[in-house]
């Protein structure tokens, strides 16, 4: 049972380089989001989709960009990597906008 | 006021100890809540969800009191393997809502 799944699982980048973070869920979930977890900071929302070919800004959307590629996949963007934005990114999905949340199993970023 | 507070801790106990949790919300209309757990350097899982009339499974129980506006995890009789970090969870009301608020989330060692 794959669930949901997020690659790379760690990376590093220098400051000012992109790239893209990939999730995908085998859940046939309508709803899915992007999360950050720093120390101190807890779980906080960069993105969500509600459905497929929706997406919404959540509380801290700047400096990222998301593409809900069809109902399976949502893709994070850092167009141009900072140190701020090193982090513990968490991908998540769940039907609707009730119930349980299911997470992957998260992508370590570091910004030099 | 912050949207979600819990507990700072960390609770150090002692195996077989019970200990219990807080956590305060801010949104009076607020629908559902959870409890998720958190090992570390893991992703957060679903503990319980939480219900108006409160519920148990096996040693934990959740309650909601909404006069309040707080929730609460009792753990009886701790394990070593309870030690993890405990996220309260609470979906705002709001129109069309799909966000998910987090807690920063109670740090629990159960110690031998």
């Known amino acids: 049972n794959a669930g949901v799944t997020q690659t790379p699982k760690f990376q590093v980048l220098k400051t000012g380089q992109s790239m893209t973070l990939q999730c995908a869920q085998d859940m046939n979930h309508n709803s899915m989001y992007w999360y950050r977890q720093d120390p101190g900071m807890g779980l906080r929302l960069i993105y969500y989709?509600?459905?497929?070919?929706?997406?919404d800004k959540g509380e801290v959307p700047n400096g990222y960009n998301v593409s809900r590629l069809n109902k399976r996949e949502f893709s994070l963007r850092l167009e141009s990597a900072a140190p701020s934005q090193t982090s513990v990114y968490f991908c998540a999905s769940r039907t609707g906008n009730t119930g349980e949340l299911f997470f992957g199993e998260g992508s370590r970023l570091t910004v030099l | 006021r912050k949207e979600v507070e819990q507990d700072p801790g960390p609770f150090n106990v002692p195996e077989g100890a019970t200990v219990a949790f807080n956590c305060t919300y801010s949104?009076?209309?607020?629908?559902?809540f959870f409890w998720y757990r958190q090992d570390c350097r893991k992703e957060p899982k679903l503990l319980m969800s939480?219900?108006?009339s409160g519920n148990e499974d096996g040693r934990f129980t959740a309650q909601l009191n909404r006069a309040s506006q707080y929730i609460s995890l009792l753990i009886r009789d701790s394990k070593l393997s309870d030690s993890a970090t405990y996220l309260c969870v609470v979906n705002l009301a709001r129109a069309g809502s799909y966000q998910l608020t987090f807690g920063k989330g109670t740090k629990l060692s159960v110690i031998p």
């Open positions: 989709s509600a459905s497929e070919g929706t997406t």
């Open positions: 939480v219900y108006s």
């Open positions: 949104n009076s209309a607020s629908q559902s």
